[in-house]
């Protein structure tokens, strides 16, 4: 389970070495190093700084903070916790705390998972 966390994380590297996931940036970089993380990492970078979906945001944050957590990365961490804070916190944070998927069933549930998994396993109280 870590080594699957570490190399989605890749705890190692700052925040600025990455590229959003979508980008062409990430495209080039797997063409030019055929590294197939591409210098993106769903978890770190592109999803905790920019607004996606609220389940794709609440995704992010989560994976980079828990996993981070139990891989001790402190990058993927703070990562994790600036997602978590400016995006399902702030930016996705009114109304009942569901508004892009309270009408679809789907979604809503991956999204309140999400919200449970934080509060189950958030590694400080101000994490949860």
């Keep these: 389970m ?3 966390w570490r190399a989605w994380l890749q705890p190692g590297l700052p925040t600025s070495a990455f590229v959003h996931p979508q980008s062409r940036d990430a495209i080039d970089y797997w063409k030019r190093n055929h590294d197939w993380r591409g210098r993106a ?3 770190r970078d592109g999803y905790n700084f920019a607004v996606s979906t ?3 945001n609440h995704t992010a944050a ?3 903070l828990l996993g981070g957590a139990m891989i001790d990365g402190d990058n993927p961490m703070a990562d994790g916790r600036h997602g978590l ?3 399902p916190l702030r930016f996705w944070g ?3 705390g569901t508004t892009q998927e309270m009408l ?3 979604y809503l549930s991956i999204t309140l998972q999400r919200q ?3 509060a189950d396993f958030g590694p400080t109280p101000i994490d949860g």
Excluded: I, R, T, V
């Design 54 to 56: 609220q389940n794709f």
């Design 85 to 87: 804070e400016h995006l």
């Design 104 to 106: 679809d069933h789907y």
């Design 62 to 64: 989560m994976g980079a």
């Design 116 to 118: 449970k998994m934080f």
């Design 94 to 96: 009114f109304l009942d």
């Design 2 to 4: 870590k080594n699957y």
């Design 41 to 43: 990492s769903f978890f």
